[in-house]
């Protein structure tokens, strides 16, 4: 493949231990890279959208930061841009694009990923016009996400959302949404569209969803109450959700979703992404994901897969 080198998109306020460990990769990678550090929200998407289409582009951060730098190579190729492959270097706090791929996260794994990626293509979600990797939560997982402190998050990571979880068991929120699909519709009072399998880490939300495939797996939650999001959240850490008898997941290119209980707050790919109604769809545009050599669907030998970006007229089906 052409490689004019390795740009690197970094938050240098994740702190001093992801910096060093951010530079053990590269010095065990033994790789030059150009370095670009965000200083403000937002900054890492206006970053990827310059990068220029023959480098390899990586983001060093969390699903957040990759969701922002995925948004600035849609906005170039909106413009008319080709764009560089994108790859990840695991910082964040849960990582859940690093371990849909089987990315381990450690300096040796990461290194290695670096020198010798393949590339798959991926149609990435949209949600209101904004991409998405993995996956839209509205209903309990987005008011987590909304309400949890961001101090406590750095604290102690993922634990800030766990307890953020438990405070809404404990002090339910009223929700009351309807989902389209097609022609049929449903009422629930949670839903997650997504296109990975996991979600918050190593839990499987939906065992057949796949970056690479051309559907989003619709996860619906029907029942509402401290119990049923109690029992909701038991199922998803034994890897069951998709098991429970009043749980449906429908696979689907589009969907709308409205709200019968005022703005409700959506997450996307893990962070807040504003308010109620929302349209999702997939991508006219797809991108390029740089994937270790062990992801499914990956042939032997080769350096890079060779499958054609998807050729479509207008907006998704």
């Known amino acids: 493949m052409s490689d004019d080198g390795i740009t690197i998109i970094f938050n240098p306020r994740a702190g001093g231990n992801k910096q060093r460990f951010l530079s053990s990769i590269l010095q065990r990678a033994g790789v030059k890279v150009e370095l670009l550090q965000t200083t403000h929200p937002g900054h890492a998407r206006e970053l990827a959208k310059r990068v220029r289409a023959g480098r390899r582009l990586y983001v060093a951060g969390g699903d957040g930061s990759l969701n922002e730098a995925l948004n600035g190579l849609l906005d170039a190729q909106i413009d008319g841009h080709d764009v560089p492959p994108l790859g990840i270097i695991p910082l964040g706090t849960a990582n859940v694009l690093a371990v849909e791929v089987g990315l381990g996260v450690n300096t040796r794994a990461v290194a290695s990923y670096i020198n010798d990626p393949v590339h798959v293509w991926v149609r990435p979600g949209l949600v209101n016009g904004r991409a998405f990797f993995l996956m839209v939560g509205i209903g309990a997982d987005a008011d987590t996400v ?100 009043d749980v449906s997941v429908i696979r689907t290119e589009r969907l709308t979703i409205t709200s019968h209980c005022g703005p409700a707050p959506v997450q996307i790919d893990g962070e807040s992404a504003g308010k109620m109604p929302c349209e999702i769809s997939l991508s006219p545009y797809p991108v390029r994901l740089m994937v270790p050599r062990a992801y499914p669907g990956v042939t032997a030998g080769s350096s890079s897969t060779q499958a054609e970006p998807l050729k479509i007229a207008g907006t998704a089906q």
Not at 178 to 194: F, L, S
Request: net charge positive; aromatic share 8%.
């Open 146 to 245: 909304a309400n949890v402190s961001l101090k406590l998050k750095r604290l102690i990571g993922k634990g800030a959302y766990v307890l953020e979880g438990l405070r809404n068991i404990a002090f339910p929120r009223h929700r009351d949404f309807e989902v389209n699909i097609g022609r049929d519709q449903y009422r629930v009072a949670g839903v997650v569209a997504t296109h990975a399998s996991h979600y918050g880490g190593k839990f499987i939300i939906s065992p057949q969803a796949s970056l690479t495939d051309n559907k989003l797996d619709v996860v619906l939650m029907p029942a509402s109450g401290s119990l049923a999001t109690a029992r909701y959240g038991l199922a998803l850490t034994m890897n069951r959700l998709f098991r429970q008898s």
